[in-house]
């Protein structure tokens, strides 16, 4: 959808608008569920780049420390709990630029991948920028989504990251789509922009040939020692006209209130839910930063008779076998 369009339908009366986002997602989401998605950081902090929101960037004091790559047999157990949990995606990232075919790391990270996309569950990944040969291979080895989200508009983005550009992020996007893993691509809000770099952002986004599978809406989580550790909170009837909006901008695509929902009243997510939103990270923790708890997530859905989306039974498999011996953790 062009920009006009998206400010149009962005700055229709609120009720208007609610009316049109709740059309478009009962036309295509009938089911009334919510994909519940566990996010594990398998490689923590100390990454060179410098976005300015995130406490990974290992040029900020934020208290979050280097770590190495997990191993893959404590990866499994994580991946087995949020099974038993009722998720139905596991997303893994890493606090990296991004990899390389041809290094140990990233042999690593196939390994993973290939294990845990024996357990039955959507498995995504999110690593920073991949090459054509790069996707392939983690396509092969059984990544459903890749993450990676151009977080604002072309225009706002020098003004949040300076060590990769809002090109690089596109180029990886490609080389996803190409090697025929879905793609996972939203932003932040709350990032000091205006409202019409959000819809800038969501023009590009949509733009997309295909559109994203799924969309991440991140509500700013102001990580202290960051730059933008002060950054003005967006109004919760902004983020609620982000996602109907987002909701009628890809119709097809999940849209999923990420971060930040510790912040948010559960008749904010509530309305959320109604404009469009079907998809959560669900368990106590993001990668970094807090997320509500489980048992009050499923008691929400349950409230709103919500039901959490079904495991594809064409995914189901066995549970964990012990753990094989490991190359030696690499950072
Ligand atoms: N390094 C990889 C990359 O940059 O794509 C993967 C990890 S990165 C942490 C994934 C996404 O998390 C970012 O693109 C951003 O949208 C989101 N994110 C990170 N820190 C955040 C924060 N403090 N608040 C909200 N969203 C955040
Ligand atoms: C996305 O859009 N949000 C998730 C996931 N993709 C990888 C990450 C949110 C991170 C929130 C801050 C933290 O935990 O450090
Ligand atoms: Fe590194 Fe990703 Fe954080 Fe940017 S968002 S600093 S690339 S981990």
């Not at 559960?266 to 990270?281: D, M, P, V």
Request: include cysteine; glycine fraction near 6%.
């Amino acid at each position: 959808m062009r920009f006009d369009e998206l400010k149009r339908v962005y700055e229709q009366p609120f009720f208007e608008l609610l009316k049109q986002a709740r059309a478009v997602h009962e036309a295509h989401w009938p089911e009334n569920e919510v994909q519940l998605c566990t996010l594990l950081s398998i490689k923590t902090g100390g990454c060179s780049e410098d976005c300015s929101y995130c406490a990974q960037s290992a040029r900020y004091s934020t208290g979050v420390d280097r770590e190495q790559l997990m191993e893959t047999c404590d990866i499994l157990k994580r991946a087995e709990a949020a099974r038993s949990n009722g998720s139905t995606r596991f997303c893994m990232g890493a606090a990296w630029k991004g990899v390389r075919d041809g290094t140990k790391r990233f042999d690593q990270v196939l390994e993973i991948v290939r294990s845990v996309s024996e357990l039955g569950m959507e498995v995504c990944v999110t690593l920073g920028e991949l090459g054509a040969e790069e996707a392939r291979k983690l396509r092969e080895a059984g990544v459903t989504a890749y993450n990676h989200n151009i977080d604002t508009s072309p225009e706002h983005y020098p003004k949040i990251v300076s060590t990769h550009t809002f090109q690089d992020r596109l180029n990886t996007i490609r080389h996803v789509q190409d090697a025929g893993m879905s793609v996972c691509c939203g932003g932040i809000v709350g990032m000091g922009e205006t409202a019409d770099d959000r819809l800038r952002m969501l023009e590009v986004l949509s733009e997309f040939n295909p559109q994203p599978e799924s969309v991440p809406i991140n509500s700013l989580m102001p990580m202290p020692g960051t730059p933008l550790e002060g950054a003005e909170p967006v109004t919760t009837f902004d983020l609620i006209r982000m996602i109907a909006t987002t909701r009628i901008a890809v119709p097809g695509a999940k849209v999923r209130l990420s971060a930040g929902r510790t912040n948010m009243s559960e008749e904010t997510q509530t309305l959320c839910f109604f404009a469009g939103a079907n998809s959560i990270f669900y368990g106590d923790k993001l990668l970094t930063a807090s997320n509500p708890q489980a048992q009050q997530d499923l008691a929400l859905l349950e409230k709103l008779n919500l039901s959490p989306q079904t495991p594809n039974p064409a995914l189901t498999a066995p549970a964990v076998e012990a753990c094989r011996p490991l190359e030696p953790a690499m950072s």
